[in-house]
């Protein structure tokens, strides 16, 4: 990834050196990383809204109207990767790692790979939304 | 206005929230037979909120609303199961659906999803800003 906004879910404050949440849908924060001709540009975070059952479109929206091009994930279902793709955000997955950095550092160079329909939460061992 | 699709085979499915109509000048209520066709209605048309009825004529609720979630994400649902809400939420896993209802959902079920799909209307339309 060359150029754009990467949002990570995150706990707690958030911020690059921070860790994942692997609940996106539920998590404390989002932090975000702005790309610029393959490098990091600048870190920003933004607070989650409030999650309910079946408010799957609210981090959509929140995300879509924040600008951002890429989502990495633990877990996500498939009514909310689906609102991601109608939106144009590219959803990423990377079940290991709790450390952000690393995996945004993958995600720049081109390591990670864009969720598969296979991969989403449902009757299996991801963590939902 | 709120644009609400019921599905059922029923013509008289989920009256109590048809009703409310009549108590809410902003809900506009359609129906659809069936699976298929609901599906033809939805791409034409703009619903907030669809519900299905557990056995539709061409498909189960479920796989009506998996249909859906794959081709209309962004449209709330729910969905009537007599499933225990346990097995329902495996079932159901990452649909999203907004409110499991008993066979017969009545006026109290009526008005607790309306309440319900008010307020994730309200938070879906709402953004934070950047820290």
């Known amino acids: 990834m060359k150029n754009g906004r990467i949002a990570v879910p995150s706990n707690g404050q958030g911020g690059l050196d921070g860790t994942r949440s692997g609940h996106f849908g539920h998590c404390e924060v989002f932090t975000f990383i702005d790309v610029e001709n393959g490098e990091i540009k600048n870190i920003s975070t933004l607070q989650n809204q409030e999650h309910v059952q079946g408010g799957c479109m609210v981090p959509v929206n929140l995300l879509a109207e924040h600008k951002v091009n890429a989502l990495v994930v633990g877990g996500i279902g498939m009514r909310p990767l689906m609102g991601f793709r109608q939106v144009g955000i590219d959803v990423y997955h990377d079940s290991e790692r709790a450390e952000i950095k690393p995996v945004v550092d993958d995600l720049i160079a081109g390591k990670l790979q864009i969720i598969a329909n296979d991969q989403v939460c449902g009757g299996g061992g991801m963590n939902p939304a | ?71 209309n994400p962004m449209i709330n649902c729910a969905a009537v199961s007599s499933l225990s809400s346990e097995d329902f939420h495996a079932a159901s896993e990452g649909l999203g659906i907004l409110m499991q209802l008993p066979p017969c959902p009545d006026k109290t079920h009526a008005e607790n999803l309306l309440q319900h799909l008010k307020h994730i209307l309200s938070i879906t339309n709402t953004a934070g800003g950047l820290n």
Do not use: P, Q, Y
Not at chain 2, 32 to 61: K, Y
């Open chain 2, 1 to 71: 206005m709120i644009h609400i699709l019921l599905v059922s085979s029923d013509k008289d499915f989920f009256t109590d929230l048809a009703s409310n109509t009549e108590e809410n000048v902003d809900l506009s209520i359609s129906r659809a037979s069936s699976g298929s066709n609901a599906l033809s209605m939805i791409s034409g048309n703009r619903f907030e909120l669809v519900v299905s009825d557990e056995s539709l004529s061409d498909m189960t609720g479920l796989e009506f609303m998996k249909k859906l979630v794959s081709t």
